[in-house]
T-cell receptor
Framework: GAVVSQHPSWVICKSGTSVKIECRSL??????MFWYRQFPKQSLMLMATSNEGSKATYEQGVEKDKFLINHASLTLSTLTVTSAHPEDSSFYIC????????????FGPGTRLTVT | QQQVKQSPQSLIVQKGGISIINCAYE??????FPWYQQFPGKGPALLIA?????SEKKEGRFTISFNKSAKQFSLHIMDSQPGDSATYFC??????????FGAGTRLAVHP
């Protein structure tokens, strides 16, 4: 399977500040990446689909001005949580998908965000 | 239409037993059905996946059974081990794009 990294693995930030999370595809070029959010003991909820070189597609109910996604290259997508609030505290996970791999999605290790 | 219903919510199995987790879907546009394993604090790991053109797929101790007419699919873990204790998610995807996840099943395998 694909190797996906995320940085940082955990971050604590103060309310009102912004935090950037990186997702890297280490062993293949990912034209499409996905960002998910997972609250404790819950399932994964898709936030947005990130396509290299174009604007991200956000799921209904996800604020695109609050969760900024940039897919600058075929190996890097970033999620910036702007003006973070305690309710944004969650586990953020990215996944990568390549059309050459039959549509399989491989997930990163996740980033634990705590907003104080 | 977009939901994937997963059961049971939790499951306790003795070592060496068979763990069975079931999922059902409504949307006939779904054509890709993966299962993921997630340990606490980690990202989900792809276990096994199936497409509607086959009724069963086996990889090691893991088997997916797929019933297209009933719109159901299940994961069987044979010879369950304590190391299999984790949360398992089924998912479905239309056209290999975004995944719709089930609610998850917390499996505990007791020695």
């Amino acid at each position: 399977g694909a190797v996906v990294s995320q940085h940082p693995s955990w971050v604590i930030c103060k309310s009102g500040t912004s935090v950037k999370i990186e997702c890297r595809s280490l062993d293949f070029q990912a034209t499409t990446m996905f960002w998910y959010r997972q609250f404790p003991k819950q399932s994964l909820m898709l936030m947005a689909t990130s396509n290299e070189g174009s604007k991200a597609t956000y799921e209904q109910g996800v604020e695109k001005d609050k969760f900024l996604i940039n897919h600058a290259s075929l190996t890097l997508s970033t999620l910036t949580v702007t003006s973070a609030h305690p309710e944004d505290s969650s586990f953020y996970i990215c996944s990568v998908r390549s059309s050459g791999m039959g549509g399989e999605q491989y997930f990163g290790p996740g980033t634990r965000l705590t907003v104080t | 239409q977009q939901q994937v219903k997963q059961s049971p919510q939790s499951l306790i199995v003795q070592k060496g037993g068979i763990s069975i987790i079931n999922c059902a879907y409504e949307n006939t546009a779904f054509d890709y059905f993966p299962w993921y394993q997630q340990f606490p604090g980690k990202g989900p790991a792809l276990l096994i996946a199936i497409r509607p053109d086959v009724s069963e797929k086996k990889e090691g101790r893991f088997t997916i059974s797929f019933n297209k007419s009933a719109k159901q699919f299940s994961l069987h873990i044979m010879d369950s081990q304590p190391g299999d204790s984790a949360t398992y998610f089924c998912a479905a995807s239309p056209g290999g794009n975004k995944l719709i996840f089930g609610a998850g099943t917390r499996l505990a395998v007791h020695p």
